[in-house]
Every structure is written in C-alpha cells, then in structure tokens.
Nanobody, 125 residues
C-alpha cells in the first residue's frame, strides 16, 4: 500500500525556515512525479511544487513560492523534501505530499492518487 508520510512541520516566525520531508513507502520511487500542496483555512488546496523523482529531478514551482521553496529528492531513502526559506505569514497552511500522477497537470490536486495526512506550518508575524 502506498502511503506518503509528511514530517517536519511546526511553528516558525516570519523570515524563518523549515524543511518538510515526505517518505513514500510502498511507492515506485522512480520515473514518477511527486508534489507538495498546501491548504490554508477557507481556501482551496494549492499545488506549490512538483518534482520528477528520477534522473534530472525536474521541478516546477508555483509563483507564490518560487525563489523561496526548493523541492529535492533522496532516491535511496524514498523521500522528497521541501526546503522553505523566507517564510511569510501567508504561507501558513497544512502542507501535503502527493504521489501517483494520474494526469499531466502536475500541480493539480486532481492529478494525484495518493496523499499524506499533512503537516501543519503556522508562520507568525
């Protein structure tokens, strides 16, 4: 059974950094896309970063996080990471990891089959 598991969330002050991890146990960790999404209270789930887990490790970022967030992979650990720098209060959200791409739009919530339970990131001003 594929079950992404996120970790690394927690409270942080504006301007601070956090690194989220997502362990994709049971997943074929090669030649697939995985992604990071977030959902703030009262808002729709937003795709913020996608990474090709394989050779090249191509990444795509939402404009809202470009230049501040970086997605990376560790194939041996079946884990992807999201390094988040220069955090802002508007980054406050539940952050989710997704795997199992179903359609080409790699930052769409409907594009992924497997989801983690999420990890909370509150950013205080």
């Amino acid at each position: 059974e594929v079950q992404p598991v996120e970790s690394g969330g927690g409270s942080v002050q504006s301007g601070g950094s956090l690194r989220l991890s997502c362990l994709a146990s049971g997943y074929v960790f090669s030649g697939n896309y995985m992604a990071w999404f977030r959902q703030a209270p009262g808002k729709e789930r937003e795709g913020i970063a996608a990474i090709y887990v394989g050779r090249g490790g191509d990444t795509t970022y939402a404009d809202s996080v470009k230049g501040r967030f970086t997605a990376t992979q560790d194939k041996a650990k079946k884990t992807i990471y999201l390094q988040m720098n220069s955090l802002k209060p508007e980054d406050t959200a539940m952050y989710y990891c997704a795997a199992g791409l179903l359609e080409p739009n790699i930052v769409s919530p409907s594009a992924y089959l497997y989801w983690g339970q999420g990890t909370q990131v509150p950013v205080s001003s």
